[in-house]
T-cell receptor, first 113, second 113 residues
Framework: SAVISQKPSRDICQRGTSLTIQCQVDSQVTMMFWYRQQPGQSLTLIATANQGSEATYESGFVIDKFPISRPNLTFSTLTVSNMSPEDSSIYLC??????????FGPGTRLTVL | QKEVEQDPGPLSVPEGAIVSLNCTYSNSAFQYFMWYRQYSRKGPELLMYTYSSGNKEDGRFTAQVDKSSKYISLFIRDSQPSDSATYLCAMSAYSGNTGKLIFGQGTTLQVKP
């Protein structure tokens, strides 16, 4: 399985600011995904990030709020912009595996005050 | 109605018990079924993957899929305190490594020594 790291592991931010979360994989992967896990709720897909193309966003998520970069096959960033307390969540990146599944990173725990 | 329903628990069992975790779903197009284990403050870890209907066994873990009933199960035999975690079911209509995964809410399991 791929080894996935995320930075930062956690952060506490003020409302109105932005935070960029990094996701690094130890091997080249085609598909990378960003999910949100709100307290007590299931994981929800924010967007799919393919290298060399614009990210594809799910209903309810927009590029202005969650801009994503995918500069190469091992790295992606998710920015949470103009944050409010409702953005307090765990943000997870995942990668598509050869076995029709996805592997997840450790997550970034975000608290917005 | 949520696409995937999972009893959030918590479920508490004595060490050595057989644990049954279940999810129901409404979308008959789902073909790829996964179980993830998530320890506190960690990312989801893939436990089992099943394509279409049938059973799959891996050590103490058995996954079952009944597409006619839209019902999937994970059985844990000889449960150990180290199995204490949140268990998430996930499924996809398309290949699990290229498409969106739909998650259940997660069941919190505690195995008492």
């Amino acid at each position: 399985s791929a080894v996935i790291s995320q930075k930062p592991s956690r952060d506490i931010c003020q409302r109105g600011t932005s935070l960029t979360i990094q996701c690094q994989v130890d091997s080249q992967v085609t598909m990378m995904f960003w999910y949100r896990q709100q307290p007590g709720q299931s994981l929800t897909l924010i967007a799919t990030a393919n290298q060399g193309s614009e990210a594809t966003y799910e209903s309810g998520f927009v590029i202005d709020k969650f801009p994503i970069s995918r500069p190469n096959l091992t790295f992606s960033t998710l920015t949470v912009s103009n944050m409010s307390p409702e953005d307090s969540s765990i943000y997870l990146c995942s990668v598509g595996a050869r076995t029709d599944t996805q592997y997840f990173g450790p997550g970034t725990r975000l608290t917005v005050l | 109605q949520k696409e995937v329903e999972q009893d959030p628990g918590p479920l508490s069992v004595p060490e050595g018990a057989i644990v049954s975790l279940n999810c129901t779903y409404s979308n008959s197009a789902f073909q790829y079924f996964m179980w993830y284990r998530q320890y506190s403050r960690k990312g989801p870890e893939l436990l089992m993957y099943t394509y279409s209907s049938g059973n799959k066994e891996d050590g103490r873990f058995t996954a079952q899929v009944d597409k006619s009933s839209k019902y999937i199960s994970l059985f844990i035999r000889d449960s150990q305190p180290s199995d204490s975690a949140t268990y998430l079911c996930a499924m996809s209509a398309y290949s699990g490594n290229t498409g969106k995964l739909i998650f259940g809410q997660g069941t919190t399991l505690q195995v008492k020594p």
